[in-house]
């Protein structure tokens, strides 16, 4: 995988596992017709949301650097977003969620460069660079909302998953490519639509990243501020849709106050939305944010953070009061009185202390798994955490000597003690036992001849979440997705038809104006009659030059065009209207 990119202080940052997600955005790849899509989407955004939405996002469009009439280039949009302490990455389409909410905890915008085709001009379902770069860039040159999209970030990549999600988030990445490739059969995308609602209205119980994904959706998506009777926009996909954006203000749409609710409210991707949430403020966004937090295992712990995590069947940690976090795939928990006194893994599992790894505790180390109990002793009201080395002595945890212990639940742990570890307070974190079995009741969890038996010290699991504890410990570069963007052949048609689009944009920009564009208009109506957009283009050449005979011309080739395709007439109409009434922000 190639990590052309141009990069800076931020993105010098970044984790490798992070890295292999960008490629590089290749910006000659955009042809004349891309370019022309991002013009008209941008012209008619800015001309229409100048009214409607948040006041950041025609300030945030010059401090990001994005231009109307070209598709930005990310090495210079990232050369004025570090000013604002934040950078961009080009990827290809619908990342994994956490992937995506890691990037943004390191303050860097994940941008999907390709760009909709001109055939789906209004709304796309597939992440592209005028949604991410016309719709999330220019909010974030708000502090009060960077800093909530940051927290968001940090926050949401440590929510736990289900299965059920990574085949959901599969099937939606599926879905968005095979919709946005040409020629894709109307049969094909049916059936990936079906796949995509079957797996909405079967996914169980929500995961936390199901209910973070919602409150996603809800703000930084298709967020409203201000108040209910008189909201403006600032979610990116209403940023980004110019058929959203103008629908979302109308009564057709329910407007209602967001709070912690709005985790619970799910979205179908593949259609506009029926409500939309309104914020106060952005300060507002934070205050539920924190909201949700408290509920997740990231801050309860306990016996279901470590539940969650063995239904994700995935790489995840937990962390014990003494602070010594365990790391890896969760299978087994044996518990008593609703409480976890036993905790296994599965594999390669790492041991950490703040997110750093325990010399000699790394996946070569525990490469089969790792069990310990959990909890106090039985029998003793003080936690071996909170002895001190008289008491350890006292009760017989000292080095070189035969221990049984016995913990609350039934966990027994008998061995002869080498070493112990300890934190930056002085408490006891790990014991490591030779000749050492442990049982619960009648079930061995452990035989002395498995060799050294490393034991977990913490009365308590007071966090659990997704990933590991020190990014180092595992390989985490594996991602391979079942499906890539699809990029077609272009036919010699569609070639020629690029080739009118470059002439008229060569002519705008001055760089050759001796085209005709009488011809070029004569083309079109031969060979490509059904072409909306360049005619648009045409005719805004032709009133600015006040070319009376072209304009009459186009004009009845677009009523043409209109007649024939009467889907098109609102986007045609919506063209000649920028033209005409002259208050495109500059």
Known sequence: MSHSFESNEILQKLPKHLKQFIKPQNYKDYSAIDQAVWRYVMRKNVDFLST?????????????GISIDSIPNMYGMNRILKDIGWAAVAVDGFIPPNAFMEFQAYNILVIASDIRQLEHIEYTPAPDIIHEGAGHAPIIANPEYAEYLRRFGEIGCKAISSAKDYELYEAVRYLSIIKEAPNSLKEDIASAEKKVEDLQHNMGTPSEMALIRNLHWWTVEYGLIGTVENPKIYGAGLLSSIGESAWCMTKDVEKRPYDINATYKNFDITKPQPQLYVTP???????????FANTMALRKGGLSGVNKLIESNALGTIELSTGLQISGVFNTIIENEGQPIYIQTTGKTALAY?????????VDTHIDGFGSPIGKLKGINLAIEDM?????????????RIV????????????????????????????????????HQETILFKSEWGIYDMAVGKDI????????????????????????????????????EALYQQVRDYREGINKTISRTKVLEQLIEKHPNDWLLPVELYELAHLGNETELRKKILKHLEIIKQNNPDLGHLIDDGLEIVQNKSIVK
């Open 52 to 64: 409607v939405a948040h006041n950041s996002y025609l300030e945030g469009l010059q401090q990001t």
């Open 404 to 439: 049984n212990l016995e913990f609350e639940g039934g966990i027994k742990v008998s061995g002869e003690i080498i070493t112990g570890k300890r934190n930056l307070q002085g408490k006891i974190i790990l014991i490591s036992f030779k000749n050492c079995t442990v049982t």
């Open 462 to 497: 007071v966090s659990a979440f997704s990933g590991p504890a020190d990014l180092n410990s595992f390989d985490l570069i594996t991602h391979k997705t079942s499906s890539n963007t699809i990029h077609a052949k272009k036919s010699k048609n569609r070639l020629a038809l």
């Open 354 to 362: 703040r997110e750093k790894e325990l010399v000699g505790h790394g």
């Open 281 to 291: 403020d952005f300060a507002h966004l934070s205050l539920i944010l924190e909201e």
């Open 388 to 400: 001190s080395p008289r008491d350890l002595s006292a009760y017989n945890i000292y080095e070189e």
